[in-house]
Nanobody, 123 residues
Framework: QVQLVESGGGLVQAGGSLRLSCAAS????????MGWFRQAPGKERDIVAAINWSGVSTYYADSVKGRFTISRDNAKNTVYLQMNNLKPEDTAIYYC????????????????WGKGTLVTVSS
């Protein structure tokens, strides 16, 4: 079973940047497509970005295109989310999960979640 640990969140002013990390355990990490999701208070958890196993193919939600960049280091079993030009509406708990595909609307493929990491963007 793959374990997921998210980190890197914090409080930042609008226009600032943060880099999130998702450390995954398990030897099969490099075979999974991975995604970042977020859940704002009172809202559903939505996909933010996804990346295929090799890092060649990516997906971004329209709301973050041009501001966020997803990447991965399979040697370190880690997926990253570089977030630039942050906006107050980016405030949420951010989670990572495996996804079935980066095509279409990526959906989580694991039926469990890590604790997530809180990102708060002040105006």
């Amino acid at each position: 079973q793959v374990q997921l640990v998210e980190s890197g969140g914090g409080l930042v002013q609008a226009g600032g940047s943060l880099r999130l990390s998702c450390a995954a355990s398990g030897r099969t990490f490099s075979s999974y497509a991975m995604g970042w999701f977020r859940q704002a208070p009172g809202k559903e958890r939505d996909i933010v970005a996804a990346i295929n196993w090799s890092g060649v193919s990516t997906y971004y939600a329209d709301s973050v295109k041009g501001r966020f960049t997803i990447s991965r280091d399979n040697a370190k079993n880690t997926v990253y989310l570089q977030m630039n030009n942050l906006k107050p509406e980016d405030t949420a708990i951010y989670y990572c999960n495996a996804v079935m595909s980066v095509a279409g609307m990526p959906r989580p493929s694991l039926d469990y979640w890590g604790k997530g990491t809180l990102v708060t963007v002040s105006s």
